[in-house]
């Protein structure tokens, strides 16, 4: 079951490991580590305790630990889970690193770090969202691991459902931020962010009919196409625009007002709405 991301039980693999980091991203992995433990701690220390971290663990994502990244393109994705619900405190170190970063290497293209804290990420209601993004597609960089504590995963609708059920109430916020994007660099980057979403939503729509997992943009494009052959063409220019994005707003807005729309009511009509979050 490896050509569909399956373990012979069929439930999720995990899909990055450090051993996958190329040459190129190793120094920017490297100093990731550096610039985390310095701000955060390193992971052994416990949060909310005199001389204690606020780290509890750091994990990598997407194309770097995968082994698939293109330097000068792909960007460094890292989530760290704190003790504590982050602050501003914590938000402000993390944009200082993402900076630090996305300055001294020119093989990424832009830093991003996501914080959540372990209460979030152990509760029952991410268990099908934060709970099987850490357990199948984060790779273990700080800390102890969570996916320990994380029930495996499989490719259901339920899955399905928990992962992306919520792109209605996602679709205003782009098209605003559409409005919003007064810059060509600042159009690309919105475009990636929205196009990567689509994709991802398009393979997941259709990910418990194939009954397998995969983060590649391509092959998702495709096994949605398999499917949606009257939307192909237009997945396929998501996958393209994830990977090389656009700053031209008729494409965008491609995205949002067109393409979007239908997906989040087809995703609705076949998985239903993703548990509300407070």
């Known amino acids: 079951m490896a050509d569909k991301g399956l373990n012979p039980d069929g439930t999720i693999a995990r899909e990055g490991s450090l051993d996958r980091v190329t040459t190129a991203f190793a120094p920017v992995v490297a100093a990731a580590r550096t610039e985390i433990t310095g701000r955060f701690g390193d992971g ?7 001389g204690g971290g606020r780290l509890h663990s750091a994990y990598l994502y997407g194309s770097i630990p995968r082994g698939t990244a293109v330097p000068g393109t792909s960007d460094l994705d890292l989530m760290l889970v704190l003790h504590e619900e982050p602050a501003a405190r914590d938000r402000a170190d993390a944009d200082a690193a993402e900076a630090a970063l996305d300055g001294s290497f020119d093989a990424i293209d832009g830093a991003g770090i996501l914080l959540v804290d372990t209460r979030a ?4 209601l991410e268990r099908y969202d934060l ?12 800390g102890d691991d969570l996916a320990a504590r994380l029930p495996a995963q499989r490719p259901t609708s339920l899955l399905a459902r928990e992962t992306n059920g919520d792109l209605e109430l996602t679709l205003p916020r782009w098209r ?3 409005r919003n994007a007064g810059t060509d660099a600042g159009r690309r980057t ?4 929205i196009a990567r979403r ?3 939503s398009g393979f997941t729509l259709v990910m418990p009919r194939w009954g397998g997992w995969t983060s590649d943009l391509h092959e998702s494009a495709e096994l949605f196409a398999g499917h949606y052959p009257q939307r192909a063409d237009q997945m396929r220019i998501a996958a393209a625009v994830a990977r090389a994005p656009t700053s031209d707003p008729a494409v965008i807005r491609v995205l949002v007002e067109d393409l979007g729309p239908w997906l989040a009511a087809e995703y609705t009509a076949v998985h239903g709405r993703k548990a509300a979050r407070p």
């Open 131 to 142: 709970g099987f993004f850490i357990s199948c597609l984060c790779t273990p960089l700080l």
């Open 44 to 50: 052994r220390l416990g949060g909310g305790r005199p």
């Open 121 to 124: 990420a152990l509760s029952e």
């Open 190 to 193: 919105l475009c990636r962010r």
């Open 198 to 200: 689509v994709v991802r």
């Open 176 to 178: 605003e931020a559409l």
